[in-house]
């Protein structure tokens, strides 16, 4: 970063009391002490935006890994029951007859799925990916943080501003 040492802030000083003069020097290094103030609460802004964003990437990651994983865990589940539904209508009808076993395999697979089934199951989709675009893109407490005033006023400004009116007192002290 910017190495300044005492003896170069010292310099600085001396040609802005030069250059600026005695009377003007206390409004710029106050106007300045407040510039680099906000420029350091923006930057600070940027990083946390940054941080969050890429606490969001994360956690999109870990839902895409844990989608796998329960999908992975589900074909297999459904697998291993279809494997035992097969091998109970073998021993259910003897075992021998294959011509047997596929009509019954077919009639009882017809009861799983549907035309009208299908066509749900491509609505409840479709509503859900609709419904996670809506809501995952910011999270709710941020928008519900950012509905709020963000300024603070001091309390005496708090008092001036919000002071009831009376008829017969001026505004002033005294």
Same mark, same amino acid.
């Not at 003896?7 to 290094?29: D, F, M």
């Given at each position: 970063?910017?190495?300044?040492?005492?003896?170069?802030?010292?310099?600085?000083?001396?040609?802005?009391?030069?250059?600026?003069?005695?009377?003007?020097?206390?409004?710029?290094?106050?106007?300045?002490?407040?510039?680099?103030?906000?420029?350091?609460?923006?930057?600070?802004?940027?990083?946390?935006?940054?941080?969050?964003?890429?606490?969001?990437?994360?956690?999109?990651?870990?839902? %895409?890994? =844990?989608?796998? $994983?329960?999908?992975? #865990?589900?074909?297999?589940?459904?697998? !291993?029951?279809?494997?035992?539904?097969?091998?109970?209508?073998?021993?259910?009808?003897?075992?021998?007859?294959?011509?047997?076993?596929?009509?019954?395999?077919?009639?009882?697979?017809?009861?799983?799925?549907?035309?009208?089934?299908?066509?749900?199951?491509?609505?409840?989709?479709?509503?859900?990916?609709?419904?996670?675009?809506?809501?995952?893109?910011?999270?709710?407490?941020?928008?519900?943080?950012?509905?709020?005033? %963000?300024? =603070?006023?001091? $309390?005496?400004?708090? #008092?001036?501003?919000?002071?009831?009116? !009376?008829?017969?007192?001026?505004?002033?002290?005294?």
């Amino acid at each position: 970063m910017i190495d300044i040492g005492l003896t170069k802030l010292a310099l600085i000083g001396v040609v802005a009391l030069v250059v600026i003069g005695p009377e003007r020097l206390p409004k710029v290094a106050r106007m300045a002490g407040t510039l680099f103030g906000r420029a350091q609460r923006y930057i600070n802004d940027v990083k946390s935006e940054v941080s969050r964003e890429i606490e969001l990437e994360e956690l999109r990651k870990m839902r %895409t890994d =844990v989608e796998q $994983a329960a999908s992975e #865990v589900s074909s297999g589940f459904n697998k !291993s029951m279809s494997d035992t539904e097969s091998q109970l209508n073998d021993a259910w009808n003897g075992g021998d007859d294959a011509s047997t076993y596929d009509s019954a395999s077919a009639a009882g697979d017809s009861w799983k799925r549907t035309p009208n089934a299908d066509l749900l199951a491509i609505k409840a989709k479709a509503f859900r990916r609709k419904k996670l675009a809506r809501t995952t893109a910011v999270p709710t407490w941020y928008k519900q943080h950012n509905g709020r005033k %963000t300024r =603070v006023i001091s $309390a005496s400004a708090r #008092v001036a501003r919000y002071r009831p009116i !009376s008829a017969g007192k001026s505004a002033g002290f005294f």
